[in-house]
């Protein structure tokens, strides 16, 4: 069974850069079908796709966010990566590492909170 821990700071200073681990036990993230994803739900809104990196190591983003996101792979360590520069208070959020097995997510992470000071 695969499971998804994100980690990292809850709380962030404006204009600095978030940045969170998605640690993946008992799967592969090289496995070209999983589509390793950073989703995101701020306070009262739904829920946000960011990103992914495909188990072939292509990323796709969302263009409004493609400027100051970069997701990666540590593949030594089996982990996803998610770095959001330039933060403000507006994404402030819980955010959410999930697994997409072609059209389907199959997996998530249980969330972490993030904050943006203001």
């Known amino acids: 069974q695969i499971q998804l821990q994100e980690s990292g700071p809850g709380l962030v200073n404006p204009s600095e850069t978030l940045s969170l681990t998605c640690i993946v036990s008992?799967?592969?993230?090289?496995?070209?079908?999983?589509?390793w994803t950073w989703i995101r739900q701020p306070p009262g809104k739904g829920l946000e796709w960011m990103g992914a990196?495909?188990?072939?190591?292509?990323?796709y983003y969302k263009p409004s966010l493609k400027s100051r996101t970069s997701i990666s792979r540590d593949t030594s360590q089996n982990h996803i990566t998610l770095q959001l520069s330039s933060v403000t208070p507006e994404d402030s959020a819980v955010y959410f590492c999930?697994?997409?097995?072609?059209?389907?997510?199959?997996?998530w992470g249980q969330g972490t909170q993030v904050t943006v000071s203001s």
């Open positions: 999930a697994l997409k097995n072609g059209e389907r997510y199959v997996f």
């Open positions: 990196v495909q188990g072939n190591g292509r990323t």
């Open positions: 008992r799967g592969s993230i090289t496995t070209s079908d999983y589509y």
